[in-house]
Each structure stands twice: as C-alpha cells, then as structure tokens.
C-alpha cells in the first residue's frame, strides 16, 4: 500500500524534476492516445517534438517556435505575477484581442503617414488597452468585491464580438472589396513589426524545389516568406524577453515582488507586513494586461498583420497553461512557452503528415497540464510503501 | 475508585525523526480523573490519539477492563466507550447547537428528539445550552460545551479532554469542574490533558507526566508541589523571569475612544477602548478568547485602520496609518497566529524576516531588497534567541511552535520597539521557550520600551504585567494595578462587570 506523508519543507529537486516528469508522462500516455488511434505512436511523438527541431524542414520551423512562444511567454509572464499573489485573470485572450484592436487602431489612424513615431505610439495603444481591459475587473474587485475570475473571463466575449465589429465595421479595409478585416499592416511600413535579426533572405521557392510542397502550403497561409526565413525573432519576442528580465528581477530583487509573493503565500501575513490588497490587485491585473495586450499589438502588427474576426487564437488561454508549465517562475515561464510552442507547431505538423485529429493534439496539450497537476504533489509529498496492516 | 478502567502497557510511536512515544505504560482507574501532563511535544496528542483510535501504536497494547482494546477507527474507540472533546472545537458556525450535535453522530435522531436529550443532559450537568441557538454566536465556553454534550450523548467511560480550560473564564472553569466532578462520581473515568499544574492539583486525582514522549512519573497532584510538577515535565530547575522593576516614564501610546466594527460576520467589534501604556511598562490584557483579541492588535499594529486621532503614539496621531508607517515611528507587534499571520508557512526564515523588518532594519534601498543583510538579521534573530533550526533558509513551518514563536518575538525585540504589542506571545510553547519570551519581553521594559501583552493565560499576565485589564466583547476594563488584584476580580473584569467605568467614560 502506498501513502503520501508531507514533506516538512517541499522538495527543492521536485520543483525542478516535476515539469520533466510531466512531460515525459505527457510522451507516455499521448503515445497510448495515438496507438489507439491506430498511428504510430513513436512516429508522432517524434514528429511533434523531434521534427520541428531537427527534421528536415526545421529552418522553417525553428523561428516559428519564436513566433508562436514569444505572445505565449509575454501574456504568460503578466498572468504569473498575479497568480503568484493568488489573483487570477483568466482574461488575457480578452486583454489581447483589446491591445490588437487600440494597436492597430492607432496605426490605422495614421494611414498612409510614413513617421518614426507611429510604431512606438502603437506599442504604447496596445500597452494601455490591455491594461484598461483588465483594469474593468480590478476595479470591480477592489470596489464591489466581484470575483475576477468570471469577470474578467467573461469580459473575452465581450472582447470577442467588439472585435468582431471592428473587423466588420470601424476598422474594416476600406479597398478590401467588402471583406471583413482591416488593411494589412505587414504593407504599412511605419505599422510594420517587422522581423529583427532576419537570418537568410528570401530564397525563391522554385530554388528549393525539394520543399515546394511546404511552401505552397505556406504561402496559401497568412505567412510571410521573408520572416518566415528570419529568425522569427520581432519586437514582440523582444519584450517578451525583457518582460521575463524584468519578472524576475521583480520577484527577486524587489519589495514590490517580494510583497506580490507574500500576498500569494499568507494574505494575512502580507496585511501585517503592511502590504495594501488594493495595490496589489490594481498592480497585477495591470500589469498582466498591458503584457497581453502589447501581445496582442505586436501580433496583430507583425505575424497576423491585420484585425480579422477569427484573430485570436487562444494564446491568452494557453498562457494560463505556459504560466503553471512554468511553475510561474519567470525563467521557467520561458523555457515553457517554447515547449508549448513546439507541441502546438510539432502539432500542426502531426496533423498535416500523419493525419491526426486536432482534437486528439488539444488533448495531448492538456494533458500536460493535468500530469503537471498530479506529479506536482511529489513537491509536497512524498509516497511511503507501507506495510498493509490488518484492520 | 474501584479497578482500572484503561490499561495502557509499553505503547510506542516513532515518526519521522522523532519518537512521540516512548514505551509509555500507565493505568487509568475507573472513576478517577487522570492528568496527562507535559510540554509541548512532550507526546501528550499523539498518545491520546492512539487510545482515541487516531494512530497506530507501533508497538504496546492497551486493556480496556482487561479485554484487548486496538481501536482502528474513531468509530471503534466511541464504541468501546472512549469520547474526546478536542481542543480546537469542530463546529459549524452556521449551523445550530443540535444540527451541529447530529452531524458528529453515527445515526442521529430526529431533530426534535435530539433538542430534547441535549436539554435534559445539559440541565443534569449543569451546563446550560439552548438546542436551536446558531453556534456562531456563542463564546468559547458555550461552544465547548456543545463538544462536551455530543460527548455525554454517548454515555462515555473514558472522557478526554485537551486542554479545556484555555479558552475559559474562571468562573466557566469552576462550572466545568462542578460537571466533571459530577461525571467522576457517577463513575466515568477522565483524561484531562493540561499544562496548568494549579487546575490539576485542584481537580485530579491522579498525574502522570510525560517528557519527551517518556513517561517520567505517576504522582498525586495534591501531594506535589507545582513547582516538583514543572521540574518534572522540563527535566531542570525552573527559571522564573525577572523584571527590572523600572519606573515607568512618559505616555507611550494613548488609544481614546477606539471603535471599530466587526471585521468579519464572526468577529468582535471595538466598543470605545480607552488605555494608556507608559515607556518601561507592561501592561497585561486579558479575556476570554473571541472578546476582541484579534481585532485589538490589528488595530494597534495598523491592518486596519481607526480614526486619526483614536491612536496617538507619542502624541502623533497615528489612527490613519498602515503598518509600515506605524513600525517607522516605533509600534511594532507579533499577532497571536504565528502560521499565516505573523510569519509565512512556507517562505524562509530570511524572507519572514524582511516581512516586518525591511523598514526599521534598512534592508531595502530605493525598494531593491538586500538579501545579505536581509540574512544577517534573519541569523542574528536565530542567535540571540536561540531558534533551534539548521539555518534562516529554513521554511517557517518547518520549525517548531515555540522555536517559530520565538523567532517571531525575536524578530521585533530586535528592531528596538519604542511600543511592541504582542497577542499570546506563548500559545502552544514549552515552557523552557515560554521563560526565555517572557523574560525578553520584561528586559524590553526594562530598557524603556512600552510593552502591551494580550493573552488568555492569566498566569502569565500576573508574572509579567504591572497593570492590568480585560478585554469582554470588545469592551476594555479600567486598568488596575496587577498586585492589588484578586483572581475574583480579574474573573470579574473578564466577565464583563465594569459597568460603573463606561459610565465614566461617558462622562468624560
């Protein structure tokens, strides 16, 4: 039989062991998933996780694990600053579709002005309209004592449908032939979060004719063949890394962190200590949502290129998993969002190639979290084989 | 006293590291009452716990009027006729005395019914108890009564009880000796578990003494001494905590008209407090648990806040300021709950030490925090107050009560208070701990700091307090002089009779 009993302090080498372990169940019971789904299971595991690293075609793949894992770090680190002080936004997919939207508002504003400033002024709309966003649930928290859970999960539908009239209405392309969406940013170039770091320029796609498969299915995307050959490194990554600097120099170095943890571990502890809820829920929730609204910005500027209706696609969701992946540790957070971000490409691949349902890889995904969840406990814990004793 | 009723032979439990119970033998006679005494840590729970069915002995075995009794379960243990009134009370707050009472039962009556039993058995144990009253509303005293009744409902053999009388009045301690006398005649045996050697030289009859989960000896209490009683349960002579016996010099801290309303649905409001605490002073607050403890410190450390000018702290006034604010200009205090409130579980030692100390100890600068110096004062703390703990990156929880207390205590004597407020400075600490706390907190005084204890235990308060006064649903007594004093009239002030001085205060 065995038993759990309770660590006196939790295990410092479980704190690192768990998320490995995790994934490695994740490989484990994902490749039981495949087998009955009559796949191979080793092919698919080695074509999620293998293939966009080192396959064959990884030049193009590789910077898309930036593209995909820098949004994902960004919204990921904000969201973990609150979590760490037990406040938690579930919003950011909402606070992200609402920095794309002032983002690309401001930009729209200024078309066709060529000017220095517009991106920077963009970057600042995308700032502030996250955190306004997410200010809505604090506010009520702080005033009325609303749960911010559901206020700020339900404020992403709200975002959703004014989303989906900008794209219709106010924000619409005017020589857009009466399609929704806005004008492409990628083709207004002082709007343009342009690729940084570009590695290789343009090869024409007859020049590898090898892959031409590939890139007929890339270009009947929305990607752009010249950052597809970048480092898929844009602003946006950028300030991910920064946000990850700045989250840890935070949580480490700082009163201010300091108190954020406090307020996580022993709310009443951090009152007597003389830290002020107030200032931390207004804190938090501000500052995850600037971090997923710049997110957004920088998305809707550079890979995505134009407000559309379906332009969020749930990275304000997998943050939340990215955060706890993490173990809302900031370093944690970014090795993390670029393993989500491979699982999610390995996934698309997996899709493409060997014909699994999208499904099936949303429940791979999510069984990441549930098996981080369960082997979490051995931080903890520890498990005991006892003898069965006679009742 | 006729037989023994529980025979208790070589049990033994180890844990982790430790062994709670060292071959403990000792005989329970039917209808006597038996102290269990000794330290904190000493194995008094993990003892009971194992006659209550809890634990598991690892080796030993127990004779219930000579049969083999193992209880495996709780369940088992009721069923042989073993019921345990535990020291923190199990009660819903929402719900009324009897649903409360059938909860805890294997196969309840109907309600009506049961109001009825817990009637008749609360008038036949002189323990007065309305059935239909909302528990949340009753103090202490009355809430263990309603664990007392759902112990009587099953017409126990063996009653325990852990430390009964922490959270009563002295007055509800004589009602509950009356009722344990009376259960003692009818022939029911009782554990009564306390470190209070007075209590047990006046209600038991018999006294065994555990040490270090060792049992150290049987005596009859009202042949021993406290003092022979201490020294058995601490292994070593005693050393009473001495005060400088220092002049008490200006007004300190002036609280006038304090009133604030309950924080929380269950919480004490603070009806119109008045005091008064000179530089060199200490000034004892008494009061039965739940009359307005909690929210007295909150008040005076800053978590919450009172009119500008309720609190004057040197003739500021500081009514309207937070925590850190308060600790700049000297009033520091330890809260009663050292887990979650005066220290965080589970953050190291160095980080609880930034907690309170960050402002008055410089261990920030421009809001970066300074982890060497942060360390060093977390390791000063450990020495001089003699934490046992491997080093300051030791979790909080992992130490020891009375090691955390001290390190709590520690951690604000340092910090040179002009004004320290502490709220049970030795709840749940030996009694080695206790001493070196209290006599931290006289040399404190002694050095001229304005020092105010709140605790339930009256005894420390009249070992350490020049002035007294009591704390009775929110209300605050006249502050008397603690050597003119009579236990009547501090059982008095506690119960609330000083009708006369609000009077005065109205006057005013």
């Not at chain 1, 220095?116 to 502030?128: C, D, E, R, S, T």
């Not at chain 1, 809820?277 to 609204?293: D, E, H, Q, V, W």
């Not at chain 2, 119970?21 to 102290?35: K, L, P, T």
Request: overall charge negative.
């Amino acid at each position: 039989m065995f038993r759990l009993e309770k660590r006196p302090q939790p295990s410092r080498v479980f704190a690192y062991l768990t998320p490995v372990l995790a994934v490695i169940a994740t490989m484990f019971a994902g490749g039981l998933l495949f087998a009955a789904l009559g796949k191979n299971p080793v092919e698919a595991i080695r074509t999620i996780f293998w293939d966009p690293l080192f396959g064959e075609f990884a030049f193009y793949y590789r910077p898309q694990l930036l593209v995909k894992g820098g949004p994902l770090i960004l919204i990921a680190i904000g969201l973990s600053l609150g979590f760490r002080a037990g406040i938690w936004n579930i919003g950011a997919e909402g606070q992200y579709i609402v920095g794309a939207i002032c983002g690309a508002a401001v930009a729209l504003a200024f078309y066709p002005l060529d000017a220095w400033y517009i991106f920077p002024l963009m970057i600042l709309a995308g700032a502030l309209g996250g955190m306004l966003w997410a200010m809505i649930p604090a506010l009520l928290k702080v005033k009325f004592g609303t749960n911010e859970i559901l206020v700020s999960l339900m404020l992403v539908y709200v975002a959703e449908n004014l989303l989906a009239s900008m794209a219709l209405g106010l924000l619409k392309n005017p020589e857009g032939h009466g399609f929704p969406g806005s004008r492409n940013l990628k083709e207004y170039p002082s709007a343009y979060n342009e690729p940084i770091l570009v590695l290789d320029r343009i090869p024409e796609p007859d020049t590898c004719s090898g892959i031409s498969g590939l890139f007929e299915c890339a270009r009947s995307g929305s990607y752009n063949v010249v950052a597809d050959f970048s480092s898929g490194m844009h602003w946006g990554v950028l300030t991910a890394f920064i946000a990850v600097i700045f989250a840890y120099v935070l949580l480490n170095r700082h009163m201010l962190g300091f108190s954020i943890r406090l307020t996580g571990e022993a709310p009443r502890a951090a009152r007597f200590s003389g830290v002020s809820p107030t200032r931390i829920i207004l804190f938090c929730l501000g500052i995850s949502g600037m971090m997923a609204g710049l997110a957004g910005m920088f998305e809707v500027s550079g890979p995505s290129g134009q407000v559309s209706i379906d332009f969020n696609v749930g990275y304000g969701f997998t943050a939340i998993i990215v955060a706890f992946l993490g173990r809302l540790h900031p370093i944690g957070i970014l090795l993390a969002g670029l393993l989500m971000a491979l699982t999610y490409i390995g996934g698309e691949i997996a899709q493409g190639n060997l014909g699994l349902p999208s499904a099936a890889i949303q429940l791979f995904q999510g069984m990441l979290l549930f098996f981080l969840l369960a082997v979490d406990m051995l931080t903890n814990y520890r498990i005991r084989l006892v003898k069965r004793e006679a009742a | 006293m006729t037989g023994t009723l529980l025979s208790i032979r070589g049990l033994t439990k180890a844990y982790p590291g430790v062994v709670a119970n060292d071959s403990v033998s000792f005989d329970i006679g039917a209808g006597e009452i038996h102290a269990l005494l000794g330290e904190n840590g000493a194995g008094k729970s993990t003892l009971v716990k194992m006659i209550y069915g809890l634990v598991k002995p690892d080796s030993g075995a127990m004779q219930m009027r000579g049969a083999a009794f193992a209880p495996p379960e709780p369940r088992a243990a009721r069923a042989a006729g073993v019921a345990m009134v535990f020291q923190h009370f199990s009660l819903f707050d929402a719900l009324d005395v009897s649903e409360n009472i059938a909860l805890g039962m294997e196969d309840p009556p109907p309600l009506r019914d049961l109001a009825a039993r817990i009637r008749t058995v609360s008038e036949e144990y002189g323990l007065p108890l309305d059935p239909y009253r909302t528990v949340g509303g009753l103090s202490a005293g009355e809430r263990q009564r309603v664990e007392i009744i759902r112990c009587l409902l099953q017409d126990p053999k063996l009653l325990i009880m852990d430390e009964p009388t922490s959270v009563l009045t002295p007055q509800e301690v004589g009602i509950l000796f009356e009722t344990l006398n009376k259960l003692r005649d009818e022939g029911t045996s009782i554990l009564y578990i306390s470190h209070k050697l007075e209590e047990i030289r006046t209600l038991c009859d018999t006294a065994t003494i555990l040490r270090l989960g060792k049992n150290v000896g049987t005596c009859d209490p009202r042949e021993t001494t406290a003092r022979q009683m201490a020294e058995m349960m601490v292994g070593s002579e005693l050393q009473t905590p001495k005060g400088a016996g220092g002049t008490p010099g200006a007004v300190m801290l002036d609280v006038s008209g304090l009133s604030l309303p309950a924080p929380t649905k269950f919480g004490t409001a603070l009806k119109n407090v008045h005091l008064r605490l000179h530089a060199g002073e200490v000034l004892g607050i008494g009061g039965v648990a739940g009359n307005g403890q909690d929210e007295l410190l909150a008040a005076l450390s800053g978590e919450i806040r009172a009119s500008r000018d309720a609190i004057r702290l040197k003739g500021q006034d500081i009514g309207h300021l937070g925590p850190t604010a308060r600790r700049q200009r000297g009033l520091l205090a330890a809260p009663e709950e050292r887990l979650g409130h005066a220290a965080a579980p589970d953050m190291s030692l160095t980080e609880n030490a930034l907690l309170t100390g960050a402002v008055r100890e410089g261990l920030t600068t421009n809001g970066f925090l300074r982890w060497g110096k942060a360390r060093d004062f977390a390791e000063t703390i450990i020495k001089t107050f003699d934490v046992r703990t491997p080093g300051p990156d030791n979790a909080a929880r992992s130490l020891s009560g009375g090691n955390l207390q001290k390190f709590v205590i520690g951690r604000e004597v340092l910090q040179r208070p002009e004004v320290l407020v502490v709220n049970q400075p030795t709840w749940g600490v030996d009694a080695s701990a206790a001493a070196a706390i209290r006599q931290a907190l006289l040399d404190l005084a002694g050095n001229g700091t304005a020092v105010l204890v709140i605790s339930q235990d009256l005894d420390e308060l009249m070992e350490v307090a020049d002035h007294f006064a009591a704390l009775n649903e929110g209300r605050l007594s006249d502050t008397r002089h603690t050597g003119d004093l009579t236990i009547e009239e501090i059982g008095l002030m506690m119960g609330g009779a000083h009708d006369g001085m609000e009077v005065a205060h109205v006057q005013a």
